[in-house]
């Protein structure tokens, strides 16, 4: 693995009420690596998710992250008693994300993310999906909005390099011919990767995918992992996803972490995680003493 | 008798059916309304007398129109839908190019066109109740359109935005003697204040609480400005708030005012037509300062909270605060269009920002096609317009009797006239989007897939 620690997730837990959808969950994502979270329907994933991203505030547990060098991971316990969401120094920044409203999070933290119910904006077109993901250095731009009214030159500049940047991204999707198409006109396994170029319109350094595979064919699937390989190499973007598709999950992540009903059952490579008979039978739906037997009769 | 024959007979003898329940149930709604008549007679008695002919003749029109609907409309629309998919109907490009250079174009001569047909006394009319007025309700119906065509939430007080720019401009210009352009802005900038204020605990709520909270805030106004007698002379309004001045030179017959300093002879139409410059001018302002934040950050933002509030935050758009300024710039032209309407009249007090007042702009709004500013603008012609000639439909007497006064039917024209609309053009009359940047070519939006916001 990579580099070191990006995401540090710690004793996070999250409940409802009575349900504890996530329970005491802790992992690492670490720098320029692709992370896979998976685990049979309603294990809490998406929830892990809105918990990082800042959707949910977690009822327990420590969620950081942390810009450039790696010293910076020394000051954590001291930012954390400070009561502080946030700290910057010289050589790179430390957030706490469960301190964090969720725009903050994407804004400072640079925090991107997808949803497992696609959200695009169907209304508008492709190309305004993705310069509605650069609104905030464009309202810089465009001096919050005052000089931009008045009609200073300076962000017309600044709207041109943002309606390039979308155009590499378009051409990167093969999507510039639909530019000017409402999104919600788009086929679905477009929709999908356009949601995906929306929030790396954001420049972040986490991008957290929320099932990108669900309902493509194998061919899309092969086109969506060439995307996300192309964006950890072009980008150096730490890639999270959430995933049901195997073939995406062992194919290119380097790290696996699996839940089940909200418990963390395993972590490791792939081919640990691949071979995990905690694993085997969450995803068989049998007790662990059951599972030899089950690998038997699975020839494994 | 053959077998389409039959089927033909058992249709109209179903409609003529339905026609006559019709009728009956608009003769048991019309009894009350129309039939019955309480006038109070010459000893001050209540006395209760009946218009029968008149009820027959509304009875008689509703159940005609509903045979009609069954029989002749109903079938054609049908066997026009079948034949022909829909395609979504937007504006030709090359008519709305021409439209408004057009539109702008006409509006600046207006003034002229009708003192030309009509002379001077003949236009006030004319350039007062038609150009003033609509135009009012133009702004109004722009300035509300950022905050429910755009960003999509519900607003049910907007009258309350209009009602701080004339109290303010009534109150300091009377107290303290302040000129209308001094105020103007401040107006503007009180209004937007209140707006921000309002904004910051409503703007958490969503959908049918935010409508609600709002329609009670543009009450709450409304009855300070009626009960807080000290400051705003409660039902009794504020008189004789100053006149707008051509720059300094003030529309009276002195030796310094407007017609001696020009070498005219004096008329009281002059002021009228100032007045009307300056509306057109706000107005054109709104219209051209919305177009433009359209196409900048916030303006996209808007559009983007109304389609998904969630897939903005998750882009770091701060929600909040897009909404403030969305609440901030519709409420600013609020102010804005409030003092011009205290300029103009020279007299405010509560009775005129009333809930259904707020009602009016937002159903222009709706009317329009929410976020269309050509729609919207159309749909203030005609629903302001439509109330003013209302006043001169005479000949309807020719048909109702002499004593019928159109003007009293005026809402129930305009609801049935709302339900039309809303069955032919759901999404009202301009429905799709025009894109706010294109990279090759601008294509409109269908309006299929344009969201209206969750609040
Ligand atoms: N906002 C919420 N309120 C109450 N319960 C919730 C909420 N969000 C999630 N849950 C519950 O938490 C549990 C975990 O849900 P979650 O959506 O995280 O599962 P998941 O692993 O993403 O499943 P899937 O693979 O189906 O997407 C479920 O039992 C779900 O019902
Ligand atoms: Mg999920």
């Known amino acids: 693995m990579a580099g070191e620690a990006m995401l540090r997730v710690e004793h996070l837990t999250m409940r409802f009420g ?174 999908r990767r356009l949601e995906i170029a929306r929030a790396m319109c954001t420049d972040p350094v986490l991008l957290c995918l929320d099932e990108p595979a669900a309902g493509l064919n194998a061919h899309e699937s092969a086109e969506l992992n060439e995307l996300l390989l192309a964006i950890r190499k072009d980008f150096g973007t730490t890639i999270l996803l959430i995933e049901h598709d195997m073939s995406v999950v062992m194919e290119i992540s380097d790290h696996i972490v699996v839940l089940d009903y909200g418990v963390k059952i395993s972590d490791g490579t792939p081919e640990f995680v691949r071979n995990d008979p905690k694993v085997i039978g969450a995803y068989l739906g049998v007790e662990d003493d059951e599972v030899a037997e089950v690998e038997a009769e699975v020839g494994l | 008798m053959t077998a389409s024959a039959r089927r033909e007979r058992s249709e109209v003898v179903h409609a003529l059916r339905d026609a006559g329940i019709t ?75 021409w439209f408004v250079p057009f539109a702008i174009g006409f509006l600046v001569v207006y003034p002229f066109i009708s003192l030309a047909a009509v002379g001077y006394s003949g236009s006030l009319k004319w350039i007062d109740n038609f150009g003033i007025q609509i135009l009012i309700y133009v702004m109004l119906g722009w300035g509300l359109n950022i905050v429910v065509g755009l960003a999509g939430l519900l607003d049910l007080g907007y009258v309350a935005f209009y009602a701080v720019g004339a109290y303010s401009y009534g109150l300091l210009a ?42 009670a805030f543009g009450e709450i106004i409304r009855i300070v400005l009626v009960n807080w007698v000290d400051l705003t002379n409660g039902y009794a309004g504020i008189a004789a708030i100053p006149r707008p001045t051509f720059f300094g030179i003030p529309f009276n017959t002195d030796d310094n005012g407007f017609a001696a300093t020009f070498h005219l002879t004096f008329s009281p139409t002059h002021r009228t037509i100032f007045l009307y410059y300056l509306i057109l001018g706000l107005a054109l302002l709104t219209g051209y300062v919305t177009t433009r934040l359209r196409r900048l950050p916030v303006g996209r933002a808007w ?109 129930l024209i305009f609801g049935f006239a709302m339900v039309l609309i809303m069955i032919w053009k759901p999404r009202g009359l301009i429905a799709s989007r025009e894109p706010s940047v294109f990279l090759k070519e601008r294509k409109t939006i269908s309006s299929e897939l344009v969201k209206e916001g969750h609040g």
């Not at chain 1, 077109?125 to 810089?140: D, G, R």
């Not at chain 2, 027959?56 to 034949?83: D, M, Q, S, Y």
């Not at chain 2, 303290?176 to 709520?205: D, E, H, K, M, Y």
């Not at chain 2, 935050?313 to 011009?340: D, E, P, Q």
Request: aromatic share 10%; glycine share 10%; net charge positive.
């Open chain 2, 303 to 411: 559009e983007a909270l109304r389609e998904d509030e969630i897939a903005c935050r998750s882009l770091g758009i701060n929600t909040t605060n897009t909404k403030l300024t969305a609440f901030a710039m519709g409420a600013m032209f609020a102010g804005f269009a409030g003092s011009f309407f205290a300029a103009r009249q020279g007299f405010i007090s509560p009775e005129s920002f009333t809930f259904i007042e707020s009602a009016t702009i937002l159903s222009i709004v709706v009317l329009g096609g929410m976020g269309s500013q050509i729609g919207v603008a159309i749909a203030a012609v005609a629903m302001i317009g439509g109330t003013e000639i209302m006043r001169d439909m005479d000949f309807l007497k020719a048909i109702f009797g002499d004593t019928f006064d159109p003007t009293q039917y005026r809402m």
């Open chain 1, 18 to 191: 009575g349900l504890v959808a996530v329970n005491d969950v802790s992992f690492e994502v670490h720098r320029g690596t692709i992370a896979a979270l998976i685990g049979p329907n309603g294990a809490g994933k998406t929830t892990v998710f809105n918990c990082i991203t800042g959707f949910y505030k977690p009822s327990e547990g420590r969620i950081a992250l942390q810009h450039g060098d790696s010293s910076a991971w020394q000051s954590l316990d001291q930012l954390t008693d400070s009561g502080k969401r946030e700290r910057r120094d010289a050589n790179g920044a430390l957030f706490l994300l469960e301190r964090m409203p969720d725009y903050l999070v994407a804004q400072r933290a640079r925090v991107a993310r997808t949803f497992q119910n696609i959200r695009l904006f169907s209304g508008m077109t492709v190309l305004e999906n993705l310069m509605v993901a650069q609104h905030n250095p464009l309202m810089l731009a465009s001096g919050y909005t005052v000089l931009g009214v008045l009609g200073f030159p300076g962000y017309a500049v600044r709207e041109y390099e943002a309606v390039e940047k979308a155009r590499g991204w378009l051409e990167r999707l093969e999507l510039v011919d639909r530019a000017d198409d409402p999104a919600g006109d788009l086929p679905y396994g477009a929709q």
């Open chain 2, 23 to 97: 009728a009956l149930i608009s003769f048991g709604l019309f009894l009350p309304l129309v039939g019955l008549l309480t006038i109070t007679n010459m000893n001050n008695e209540l006395r209760l007398t009946t218009r029968l002919p008149l009820l027959v003749i509304f009875v008689a029109l509703i159940a005609g129109v509903r045979l009609l609907v069954t029989l002749v409309i109903r079938p054609w629309a049908e066997r026009r839908r079948a034949l022909s998919t829909r395609k979504p109907f937007s504006i030709p490009r090359s008519f709305s190019r």
């Open chain 2, 174 to 215: 009377s107290h303290f003697g302040l000129s209308f352009w001094i105020l103007l802005p401040l107006a503007g900038i009180l209004s937007s204040f209140w707006g921000i204020l309002l904004g910051f605990p409503v703007l958490r709520l969503r959908g049918d609480y935010l409508a609600i909270v709002t329609l």
